[in-house]
């Protein structure tokens, strides 16, 4: 769907705050080396493209506006990037997604130089190289924004130090609750989906869910638990409505009485949920070129051959010669076996 950027562009970036770290890091990561100019914008679905947060090299302002609005044309751009693309109709420019899901997302414009073909073969490497370091500054960087926000849910909470770091490596929700609800240690991903949701909160520290058949299923499930004798289920498991009408299952374990009254420590994730898969260490491990570790991303999404052709802007036959050497290097012989392979490992997640 095109977003008009009247709103959003209606005077020269120049008038707005941008981030100057970024922008140094732009350079010192050899953008200029493959680009006449780059940009670095914030991204979500629902918004589009916005400003500029980092600008470098010799473009002008009413080029990158105008890139920016054809980007924002562009239809299903959440699917495409994922791996550098570029733009339709517009054969000056690549577009590199940054960030994810969890942290936000952001997208890298390059302006291209007029490469001799040459050197074209090297350009996807440099351009992945590129994109790496600032996706994972990136997400260093809204990380650290989101914890100095969402640690406030857990300022006024006792805990114990070891199991609070414990707690804060898990990609699911985690939880410790009393009999009555009250929150004694949420995670990063809990406070992440009490501090967000419509539908599960915190009023005062106890845990509160709007639904009140839900609520009563879940306070009902609760006190059986605190209940349970070494004969009777000390863990029990029940899916309430999540955000957008998605199931959340929440999985209820007893724990050992301490000297506060029981505790019970509450699992929050989401059916079909996992964590996406790094397929970087993999890749280095198989020695898998930049270009094959696109291709398997694109099949981790569950695109077939033609769909990951197309994505990847390659022939059919290219992209089958390609996957026979990833078969070669990994010892796989399927696409199933491959996914498989990548997919191992990844927990359950929330989002």
């Given at each position: 769907?095109?977003?008009?950027?009247?709103?959003?562009?209606?005077?020269?970036?120049?008038?707005?705050?941008?981030?100057?770290?970024?922008?140094?890091?732009?350079?010192?990561?050899?953008?200029?080396?493959?680009?006449?100019?780059?940009?670095?914008?914030?991204?979500?679905?629902?918004?589009?493209?916005?400003?500029?947060?980092?600008?470098?090299?010799?473009?002008?302002?009413?080029?990158?506006?105008?890139?920016?609005?054809?980007?924002?044309?562009?239809?299903?751009?959440?699917?495409?990037?994922?791996?550098?693309?570029?733009?339709?109709?517009?054969?000056?420019?690549?577009?590199?997604?940054?960030?994810?899901?969890?942290?936000?997302?952001?997208?890298?414009?390059?302006?291209?130089?007029?490469?001799?073909?040459?050197?074209?073969?090297?350009?996807?490497?440099?351009?992945?190289?590129?994109?790496?370091?600032?996706?994972?500054?990136?997400?260093?960087?809204?990380?650290?924004?989101?914890?100095?926000?969402?640690?406030?849910?857990?300022?006024?909470?006792?805990?114990?130090?070891?199991?609070?770091?414990?707690?804060e490596q898990f990609p699911f929700g985690m939880m410790i609750l009393d009999v009555d609800q009250y929150i004694h240690l949420a995670n990063?991903?809990?406070?992440?989906?009490?501090?967000?949701?419509?539908?599960?909160?915190?009023?005062?520290?106890?845990?509160?869910?709007?639904?009140?058949?839900?609520?009563?299923?879940?306070?009902?499930?609760?006190?059986?638990?605190?209940?349970?004798?070494?004969?009777?289920?000390?863990?029990?498991?029940?899916?309430?409505?999540?955000?957008?009408?998605?199931?959340?299952?929440?999985?209820?374990?007893?724990?050992?009485?301490?000297?506060?009254?029981?505790?019970?420590?509450?699992?929050?994730?989401?059916?079909?949920?996992?964590?996406?898969?790094?397929?970087?260490?993999?890749?280095?491990?198989?020695?898998?070129?930049?270009?094959?570790?696109?291709?398997?991303?694109?099949?981790?999404?569950?695109?077939?051959?033609?769909?990951?052709?197309?994505?990847?802007?390659?022939?059919?036959?290219?992209?089958?010669?390609?996957?026979?050497?990833?078969?070669?290097?990994?010892?796989?012989?399927?696409?199933?076996?491959?996914?498989?392979?990548?997919?191992?490992?990844?927990?359950?997640?929330?989002?």
């Open positions: 769907m095109h977003r008009s950027p009247v709103e959003i562009f209606d005077r020269d970036p120049a008038f707005f705050d941008r981030d100057p770290h970024l922008a140094r890091l732009l350079e010192q990561a050899g953008t200029l080396d493959v680009a006449l100019g780059a940009w670095l914008c914030p991204y979500s679905e629902k918004s589009g493209i916005g400003l500029p947060l980092a600008h470098i090299g010799r473009v002008p302002w009413p080029e990158i506006r105008n890139a920016i609005d054809c980007a924002n044309a562009v239809p299903d751009l959440a699917d495409n990037i994922d791996t550098p693309f570029w733009l339709p109709d517009e054969d000056n420019y690549i577009l590199c997604g940054v960030g994810d899901e969890g942290v936000g997302r952001g997208i890298l414009f390059l302006r291209q130089r007029a490469w001799h073909p040459s050197i074209r073969a090297k350009l996807d490497e440099a351009i992945e190289k590129i994109r790496q370091l600032i996706h994972t500054v990136w997400i260093m960087r809204e990380e650290a924004a989101q914890d100095a926000v969402l640690q406030s849910h857990n300022d006024d909470m006792p805990r114990d130090e070891t199991t609070a770091q414990l707690a990063g991903a809990a406070r992440k989906l009490l501090g967000k949701s419509d539908v599960i909160g915190a009023v005062d520290n106890r845990l509160t869910i709007n639904e009140s058949h839900d609520a009563i299923r879940l306070q009902v499930t609760l006190r059986a638990v605190f209940l349970g004798t070494r004969e009777a289920r000390t863990r029990r498991t029940i899916a309430i409505t999540g955000p957008d009408n998605k199931p959340l299952l929440l999985t209820i374990s007893k724990l050992s009485d301490g000297p506060e009254g029981p505790r019970a420590c509450v699992i929050v994730t989401r059916p079909g949920a996992h964590e996406e898969p790094d397929i970087h260490p993999l890749a280095e491990l198989f020695s898998l070129t930049p270009v094959e570790t696109r291709l398997i991303c694109q099949l981790l999404k569950g695109l077939n051959l033609q769909e990951a052709a197309r994505a990847l802007q390659l022939k059919v036959q290219t992209v089958r010669t390609y996957l026979k050497l990833i078969f070669q290097k990994t010892g796989t012989h399927r696409q199933v076996e491959l996914v498989q392979l990548m997919q191992n490992g990844s927990l359950p997640v929330l989002d």
